[in-house]
Structures are given as structure tokens and as C-alpha cells.
């Protein structure tokens, strides 16, 4: 298995609603990131995981929290997100967050849009 | 993260040429990597070149790295409409990817 699934691949929430992310991969990674990215521009680092530890939290708003249940799987728990968080939720992963070697595997991602 | 700077910002080719992409970063990197996302996707790992590398090719695409203008190229040779996509670099430094704007690339039938 060469890939990393996240799940929903659509989602439109309220302002007032609580959801999550969720990205899956079963390829032994042990470092699993969350980037935003709006229309035409680069993806932006959210939080960065290894070895199931926060290691990174690019001054992301709090209502944005992330999850590392085990080495394969990471959440986005969502919570009074604003309009202008619509966008495009990345998740990746490589074999170690100091991996020199390779390069990233990315989800398809989430479009998401808040109402 | 501090972005690098690609271009063209776009390029818009016929099916069968060559497309050339540059892109310039600021700092010293352990590599330097592109991706590839079409429309509303997510982003395709392509090719990483080491900081000691200079040429890497892979299929059709060439990269090249010049560590002393902290500039590399992508080149697509014999380009296909299935090409048609966004082409990102981004730069492995401190073990942080810092990613370029991005080339809007168009391949015309």
C-alpha cells in the first residue's frame, strides 16, 4: 500500500458544527503532516507529527486540533471554523520527518467550505 | 514557511514540446524536491534532488540543481495534455519543506 487516504473528500459545515479530518496510510511512516492550501497557491504547514508526537504547530489557530491516534492514522478535529477557512486539508507523510532521502506522500485531500 | 520563487508563473505549450520550469530559494537545503497537482488534487511526488546532485533525470523529466545560484529546473520533455497541471518545487531545509509559488502549466492539444 503506497498511498494516503483521507477521508471526507467533500465536507460543508457550519460555523457552529464540529467535524474531522481523517487521514489513514499503512506505508510504516512515521512522520504524518496537515497542510492548508487556498486556490493557486503552495500548501501551507499546519502540524507536523512524528513518532505519534506533536513536533510542530505552526501558530494554528485553536480551533484546528490535530490527532494522532496511532502511527497510521491522523485526525483534524474541526470546531467554530470561519469562512475563510475554507480549503483544500492535505495530509501527508514520509518515513521519518528528518527523511533527506524521499520525498512526501500526499492524500487526494478534503475540500472543505464553511457556511 | 518562507516560500521560494518559481516561473513562469504559467506556461502554455503544444502537445509535443518541451517545458521548461525554473525555481530560486534563499537558503542552504539537503534537497530539493517537485510535485505535480492537478486541478483540486492532491500533490504527486515527482523527483528529489539531492544538495550534491547536479542532474537527475526520471521518464521524461530532467531536473537540474545549481547549488551556488540556489536554482533548479524541470524540464518535461515531449510534453502530453495529460501534463496539465500546477508544478511545485519545495526545499528540504532544517527538515522543513519550503514550497515555491508554483507553474501553471497548460498543454494544448
Known amino acids: 500500500d503506497t498511498e494516503v487516504t483521507q477521508t471526507p473528500k467533500h465536507l460543508v459545515m457550519g460555523m457552529t458544527n464540529k467535524k474531522s479530518l481523517k487521514c489513514e496510510q499503512h506505508?510504516?511512516?512515521?512522520?504524518m503532516y496537515w497542510y492548508k492550501q487556498k486556490a493557486k497557491k503552495p500548501p501551507e504547514l499546519m502540524f507536523v507529527?512524528?513518532?505519534?508526537?506533536?513536533?510542530i504547530n505552526e501558530s494554528v489557530p485553536s480551533r484546528f486540533s490535530p490527532e494522532c491516534p496511532n502511527s497510521s492514522l491522523l485526525n483534524l478535529h474541526l470546531h467554530a471554523l470561519q469562512p475563510e477557512d475554507s480549503a483544500l486539508y492535505l495530509c501527508?507523510?514520509?518515513?521519518?520527518?528528518?527523511?533527506?532521502?524521499?520525498?512526501?506522500?500526499f492524500g487526494s485531500g478534503t475540500r472543505l467550505t464553511v457556511v | 514557511s518562507q516560500q521560494g520563487e518559481e516561473d513562469p508563473q504559467a506556461l502554455s505549450i503544444q502537445e509535443g514540446e518541451n517545458a521548461t520550469m525554473n525555481c530560486s530559494y534563499k537558503?542552504?537545503?539537503?534537497?530539493l524536491q517537485w510535485y505535480r497537482q492537478n486541478s483540486g488534487r492532491g500533490l504527486v511526488h515527482l523527483i528529489l534532488?539531492?544538495?550534491n546532485e547536479r542532474e537527475k533525470h526520471s521518464g521524461r523529466l530532467r531536473v537540474t540543481l545549481d547549488t551556488s545560484k540556489k536554482s533548479s529546473s524541470l524540464l518535461i520533455t515531449a510534453s502530453r495534455a495529460a501534463d496539465t497541471a500546477s508544478y511545485f518545487c519545495?526545499?528540504?531545509?532544517?527538515?522543513?519543506?519550503?514550497w515555491g509559488a508554483g507553474t501553471k502549466l497548460i498543454i494544448k492539444p
Open positions: 519545495a526545499t528540504n531545509s532544517n527538515y522543513q519543506l519550503i
Open positions: 506505508m510504516g511512516h512515521r512522520a
Open positions: 501527508a507523510s514520509s518515513q521519518e520527518r528528518s527523511d533527506l532521502l524521499y520525498g512526501y506522500t
Open positions: 507529527y512524528s513518532y505519534e508526537k506533536l513536533s
Open positions: 537558503t542552504s537545503i539537503n534537497n
Open positions: 534532488i539531492r544538495s
